[in-house]
């Protein structure tokens, strides 16, 4: 185990005074002039890999650390494994005001003002999401000089709790609605994000930078977007919990869209008390979003006092009689399912397709809410005003901007929205009975109060629902040590309930583990024990 020092600006502070310093579970270099931190005696205040929002909130109210340190070791961590390192390349620019939040936020505590479970948490957000004076990419180089007008009402929430902004995290190009056959974490701005937990496998979704970015320890939360999966998918590959809310919780304004019918805003963190604590800090009425008017009892609502190790006695859960896995996985899921009755509740088996009929709503949204977003959010001088703009840009830079192709803009730009609509209504209706009702009817019937589903295998049904689910690490695969999770899905805004079945499962079953124990060669070659190791173990 090696230590980590108080950010640099601190070691010269520290001549004379003891220096704090933080304990990590992989090999990270202490930065800065070792002799100082070695000079001093050394206090372990938290492991920056497997670290909880609780147990980081706690030593900030005690005042063992502050905001604008906590902050400045993450940026630490971001420099020494981002582009370095295994170089998972996860994020793609840092907020250039992440110091002057976190003083505010210091000061905030000193004068006794306490915000919540964020309060001074950092938080790295996807690039898709409006952060004023920061350029909103969506990873396209066609959206490189997109400076919103105005944080998105997420960001102001986030804000209004306390958070830091540490960054934005890279994501698939489009929220991977730009052509099909791309790699997940593929983007013409930003290149390719690896997954830490095995760099030969997909980060998956298009939230894969924020996915692979809290499991290396680079924020302890983060922001994903999902229309269709990139919230779970990343979620499972990367070995996170992770919550797709309901649709409507969250405001989507001031966040690059796919689809209304389907986009929402959710956390994503190590632990699920980390993402409990950043939902509490998301929701919100939005007068701009009017699917969030029904999610105003939830407004407010403390979601870290839903979590229980008692939430799933008496709790029916239907499991897919169609479908289980075989194999690792297979044997990841039965013992999922074994720990889900040993803590008290009752399975029940289910039949329930998740299959949904061929939809054009997602081509036809794409256009016409890209169209509103570039119309209403962007720089009143911007040249990227509609999706036609930004079709004519792929073309004339088809080298830079369509290694993969861009099949799905270019068909998305072609709709004639007028002359397409009826079919897009009869298609989102033809999606929500397929999805919506067959969930009501099952979970009817059964006296279900969720249903459990293998890794992200709930995305498409639960999305075109517009229902939530909550994914939760449940081990890693025996053969190759890659990672498996379960998600709990539920009617619209049973968030509360599901955090607390998935906080139940996650302490009774103690099966994450941090990116360094099950990838260390990944890590190896890091800081201390990269410069402790013969010159031969490390590649210049």
């Not at 977007?225 to 649709?247: D, H, M, R, W, Y």
């Not at 799905?408 to 999606?431: I, M, N, P, T, Y």
Request: net charge negative; proline share 6%; aromatic share 6%.
């Amino acid at each position: 185990m090696s230590l980590l020092s108080l950010p640099r600006r601190r070691q010269v502070a520290a001549l004379g005074a003891a220096s704090v310093l933080v304990s990590l579970g992989v090999a990270l270099g202490t930065t800065g002039d070792s002799a100082v931190a070695d000079s001093h005696p050394t206090t372990t205040l938290f492991d920056i890999e497997t670290v909880t929002v609780p147990e980081l909130q706690s030593l900030l109210r005690a005042k063992k650390i502050d905001a604008v340190d906590l902050a400045e070791l993450y940026i630490e961590r971001i420099e020494q494994i981002n582009s370095k390192g295994p170089g998972i390349n996860a994020v793609q620019v840092l907020n250039p005001n992440w110091k002057r939040e976190a003083k505010d936020t210091d000061q905030l505590r000193k004068k006794g003002v306490d915000l919540g479970p964020m309060m001074g948490v950092p938080v790295l957000i996807k690039d898709n999401i409006d952060l004023m004076g920061v350029p909103n990419t969506a990873g396209s180089l066609a959206l490189a000089d997109n400076f919103p007008l105005d944080d998105s009402p997420l960001v102001k929430q986030l804000r209004k709790a306390g958070a830091v902004i540490l960054g934005k995290a890279k994501l698939s190009e489009f929220a991977n609605f730009l052509t099909s056959g791309m790699p997940s974490g593929y983007s013409s701005l930003g290149g390719q994000v690896l997954n830490p937990y095995d760099t030969s496998q997909t980060p998956s979704g298009s939230s894969s930078g924020t996915g692979a970015g809290i499991a290396a320890g680079m924020a302890p939360v983060g922001i994903g977007t999902e229309t269709s999966g990139s919230i779970l998918s990343p979620s499972n590959a990367n070995s996170l919990a992770g919550v797709k809310p309901t649709l409507g919780l969250v405001s989507r304004t001031g966040i690059i869209p796919i689809s209304g019918a389907q986009d929402t805003a959710g956390p994503m963190g190590r632990h699920v008390a980390d993402v409990a604590a950043l939902l509490t800090a998301m929701t919100g009425v939005d007068p701009a979003d009017p699917a969030t008017a029904s999610s105003a009892p939830l407004v407010g609502h403390d979601f870290t006092a839903d979590l229980s190790t008692t939430a799933l006695q008496g709790a029916r859960v239907g499991v897919l009689s169609n479908g289980a896995p075989t194999g690792d996985s297979g044997a990841l899921w039965n013992n999922a399912l074994s720990t889900l009755q040993a803590e008290g509740a009752t399975l029940v088996p289910i039949t329930l397709s998740t299959a949904g009929p061929a939809s054009s709503v997602l081509t036809y949204d794409f256009k016409a809410d890209l169209n509103t977003y570039l119309q209403t959010r962007t720089q009143p001088n911007y040249v990227m005003k509609d999706i036609g703009a930004v079709a004519d840009y792929y073309r004339a830079h088809p080298r830079e901007t369509q290694k993969f192709g861009a099949t799905q803009l270019f068909a998305s730009e072609a709709v004639d929205l007028a002359g397409a609509k009826a079919r897009r209504d009869a298609d989102r209706a033809a999606d929500l009975a397929a999805s919506k009702d067959r969930i009501d009817a099952v979970m009817a019937a059964n006296d279900l109060d969720t249903i459990v589903f293998q890794s992200s295998s709930s995305a498409g049904i639960g999305a075109r629902a517009g229902y939530p689910t909550v994914i939760v690490p449940a081990g890693y695969q025996a053969s190759t040590r890659r990672p498996f999770g379960i998600g709990f899905l539920g009617k619209a805004y049973t968030e509360p309930e599901l955090l607390g079945f998935a906080y139940d499962y996650e302490q009774a079953s103690a099966l994450w583990a941090p990116p360094s124990a099950v990838n260390p060669a990944a890590f190896r070659c890091v800081g201390v024990e990269a410069k402790a190791a013969p010159a031969y173990n490390c590649a210049p």
